[in-house]
């Protein structure tokens, strides 16, 4: 509702000034304000309490007055947590994990659902979750490209001061690595029924999915 | 970090669960963070104004006064609240730097007092916001130059120290350059100053007309040819002044190129070379009309006074930099010019006995017009040319009248922007050095924290506890998110001098020593364990084995030398496959372990909580510590080092 509200004021002062400059058409936009849905929806749609939510919301929304958070936003925050590297690439794949609908924008219903699977959400959810980051074209299918991408992407962050030295094909073998243990009928791609069998039977990643549950 | 990166942080870590299945090693666990009871409002009383904030907000700046435990010094437990003696209505501003992000300025305090605030504050005053930045700024300059200018009004200001071991070079050329530095300088400035009058007098005075003694008939002579020996002495002795004063500043020159090609030298050579052109070339009437106007380049010593006026060399340098101004000012005089010339001449043409003989003959009457001098040798006689001539003074008004406060305005520009410009290149280095130093903090505390990890995992856990609370939550969470980036590349972060040393020893080619047998021997056994135990006997071995610091540093390499051995080697089969994983664990934990041997090494051996190891400052100690010192030196970590252990 308030979208809609939002989007018909915009249209409004848009249809009131004919000149099209473009600063003002992209102060409108941000002066578009999304609410969010009420938060006993909220509740029931998470697996969040009331209280946190409250927290959650109130960060969010002095971030992101205008209720949305856009890719470039995105980016810039990701990159604070590491200085060291460049995370722009993995923050624009979290990116469209997180935008469900595609929209380029990521509301707070989308935000709050994220981080209700990976914090709360069962271990299928989370492994689920993962693999749709990894499959950037959304296709149901890993191929070795997409790995490769998302595994540059991770090592960019770590920038260029590592020790050990990063070498060129460092992220090829890991990619490698990776596809020897998911790939199980070694056709090249990795479906969802691999991965979330060989995640399952690998010990270290059952322990380190219960890491995050703290978080909030 | 910045407003709200702490909101995000949560978000953060959650998506670190899509690193989870590349990750090769095990992930480390969570800090334990004590369940926060949620957010809660809290109550700030300044003088008597309360402000009610939720705790959240304050944490959003863990390095402030109000983020930190520092409030705590500040609880009142009877009223519950934190009580600050301090001005609220400047707190209102610092309040909502925390809210929104951004410090504003306020428009109607004083300066001073707002920089007093955020000292008290743990603000740094480069957080102001871009919008009150400028005038923050201003005024704080101005206050600074009002400041400045008492303090030099009270004390003689002195130039700045020199080296002591500085040659008499650059002892001279200092001495040029500031005459006010000693007394001899000050003395040759005079000099040289005199001089330089007294020979433009000279000049000035050869042509005066002096009534010679009685002659019939009276003829008047230019005291220059009355008195030919005295003005050639006069004439003799500036010149050889200036002369030896060039060679002077010839031989004092840092750069002798620079030096000849500068203005003043130029100056200088053109001053002097007449007399010296004047002494070879012989008297005879044929050149001596040459070497009359070659007299004239004497008047350019007049020029050499800009050494000892800079109003002087502002207003060369400005001319300079209004070059475009004037250009534009006598390019439009030009046109204007050959404009009206054309029409007086034609306007003229029929009079006879008019002065218009030709354009270029007009062109005298009309800059005479256009400059309102109006010498009145030429004057037009038609009523054409009258009216021709009007609108040329007229419009001579006008198109000089343009460009000149242009000119007068970038004089006025550039005379304090002198002033001010070294001022402000001060201050612009050392804001950029604040906010690297701001940025840098955040990758040397990740770094540090990782060094502190070396101390606790050998440590009790009281050291353990110690070391843990310097860092607020936020950091804790955030270096473990950094971490558990590391464990899923298998890299590490590390700071410029360890990567270059890395690549330094990398390109030098493995040297496998007998250090290789020792570190293969405790590996074998450490691969099948997993926990500490294993790392402290393979530190042990390591530290035994690399007793010198030429070993040390082979191992460094040998480590890598080990890393591509067992890269290379594809494996085949799953059991192998399940090697991999426990190899590269083994061979981090060796380098991790390594690095944390040599960087435990830098803190005092009477703090080292390696009880367990006594030989641990002893054996590698000097050695490793020696290869610290020498080959990285970094200041900035040894002290934060020594702070954190001696808690």
């Not at chain 2, 005291?223 to 050639?232: H, K, V």
């Not at chain 2, 003074?393 to 460009?403: H, R």
Request: glycine residues 6%; contains cysteine.
């Amino acid at each position: 509702m308030g979208a809609v509200m939002g989007t018909f004021s915009s249209l409004q002062t848009k249809q009131r000034r004919p000149s099209k400059d473009k600063i003002e058409d992209e102060l409108e936009m941000t002066m578009v304000c999304h609410r969010p849905e009420g938060l006993e929806q909220l509740e029931a749609q998470t697996n969040f309490t009331k209280r946190e939510l409250q927290v959650l919301y109130r960060g969010f929304k002095n971030e992101c007055p205008s209720g949305v958070v856009n890719e470039e936003t995105f980016k810039q925050i990701y990159a604070q947590f590491f200085p060291h590297g460049d995370a722009s690439m993995y923050a624009h794949y979290l990116f469209h994990a997180f935008d469900t609908t595609q929209t380029g924008s990521v509301k707070f219903e989308d935000f709050v659902t994220a981080l209700s699977i990976l914090l709360r959400g069962t271990v299928h959810e989370k492994l689920r979750w993962t693999f749709n980051l990894y499959d950037i074209n959304k296709d149901g299918y890993i191929n070795k490209e997409e790995m490769m991408d998302i595994v540059k992407a991770i090592y960019d962050m770590m920038g260029k001061y590592t020790y050990p030295v990063l070498k060129e094909d460092t992220p090829r073998q890991h990619v490698d690595v990776f596809f020897q243990k998911m790939d199980k009928n070694k056709d090249g791609i990795v479906t969802l029924d691999e991965f979330l069998e060989s995640c399952q039977e690998d010990d270290n990643i059952m322990r380190s999915l219960q890491l995050f549950q703290n978080v909030m | 970090m910045a407003a709200g990166v702490a909101t995000w942080l949560p978000f953060a870590r959650a998506a670190a669960v899509g690193w989870l299945p590349l990750a090769q090693q095990p992930l480390p666990p969570a800090p334990g963070v004590k369940a926060s009871r949620g957010d809660e409002v809290l109550v700030v009383n300044v003088s008597g104004r309360r402000f009610e904030t939720w705790k959240n907000t304050l944490d959003r700046y863990p390095d402030t006064l109000l983020g930190s435990s520092e409030k705590e010094f500040f609880y009142d437990a009877d009223s519950g609240e934190y009580f600050f003696d301090r001005d609220p209505d400047m707190f209102r501003h610092v309040l909502n730097f925390y809210r929104t992000g951004r410090l504003h300025c306020p428009r109607q305090e004083c300066i001073q007092a707002f920089d007093e605030e955020l000292a008290f504050y743990g603000l740094v005053p480069e957080l102001v916001g871009d919008c009150c930045l400028e005038e923050y700024r201003d005024r704080k300059k101005e206050n600074a130059e009002r400041l400045a200018e008492d303090e030099e009004a009270e004390q003689a200001g002195d130039g700045p120290a020199l080296p002591a071991g500085s040659s008499l070079r650059q002892r001279l050329w200092r001495a040029f350059e500031n005459p006010h530095t000693s007394t001899a300088a000050l003395v040759f400035y005079y000099v040289t100053g005199f001089f330089i009058a007294v020979s433009v007098i000279a000049n000035v005075v050869e042509t005066i007309p002096c009534r010679g003694p009685a002659r019939r008939p009276p003829r008047e002579q230019p005291c220059g040819d009355r008195f030919p020996l005295a003005f050639f002495c006069m004439d003799t002795a500036c010149v050889l002044i200036f002369t030896g004063e060039y060679l002077l500043r010839l031989f004092a020159a840092p750069s002798r190129c620079r030096f000849l090609r500068s203005v003043m030298s130029l100056i200088d050579v053109v001053a002097i070379l007449p007399y010296y052109i004047g002494l070879f070339v012989p008297k005879n009437e044929d050149v001596s009309g040459a070497f009359v106007t070659l007299r004239v380049f004497r008047v350019f010593r007049i020029f050499k006074f800009s050494r000892h006026s800079q109003g002087l060399r502002i207003l060369g340098y400005t001319l300079k930099s209004c070059a475009s101004e004037l250009g534009f000012l006598l390019f439009s005089l030009t046109m204007a010019i050959i404009i009206f010339a054309t029409v007086m001449f034609y306007a003229e043409k029929g009079t006879n006995k008019t002065n218009f003989t030709s354009i270029p003959a007009a062109f005298w009457y009309t800059i005479v017009t256009m400059t309102t001098l109006g010498y009145g040798d030429m004057v037009p006689s038609t009523i054409a040319g009258k009216i021709f001539g009007s609108i040329c003074s007229l419009s001579g008004v006008l198109v000089i009248a343009l460009p000149v406060p242009v000119i007068v305005s970038n004089f006025s520009r550039i005379y304090h922007q002198n002033q001010r410009a070294d001022k402000r290149r001060a201050q612009q280095k050392v804001r950029l050095a604040r906010i690297r130093l701001a940025k840098s903090g955040t990758t040397n505390a990740f770094l540090q924290y990782k060094q502190n990890r070396g101390l606790e995992d050998s440590g009790s856990g009281e050291e353990q506890a110690l070391c843990v609370r310097n860092r607020s939550a936020f950091e804790q969470q955030h270096h473990h998110l950094l971490h558990c980036l590391e464990k899923t590349t298998c890299h590490e972060f590390t700071d410029e001098l360890t990567f270059s040393e890395a690549l330094g020893a990398v390109s030098l080619g493995g040297r496998t020593s007998r250090s290789t047998s020792v570190s293969s021997q405790a590996v074998g056994p450490g691969s099948l364990l997993s926990s500490c135990c294993p790392r402290r006997a393979k530190r042990r071995a390591i530290r035994l084995a690399n007793s010198t610091a030429s070993v040390s540093r082979g191992s460094m390499q040998e480590l890598d030398t080990l890393a591509g051995l067992r890269r290379s080697p594809a494996p085949q089969s799953r059991s192998s496959l399940n090697a991999k994983p426990h190899d590269s664990l083994d061979l981090n934990c060796d380098s991790r372990d390594f690095v944390a041997a040599i960087i435990s090494i830098p803190t005092p051996p009477a703090n080292t909580p390696d009880e367990n190891q006594p030989s641990s400052p002893g054996g590698g100690g000097g050695a490793s510590s020696t290869l610290r010192n020498s080959s990285l030196g970094t200041p900035c970590l040894l002290p934060e080092t020594v702070k954190i252990s001696s808690l």
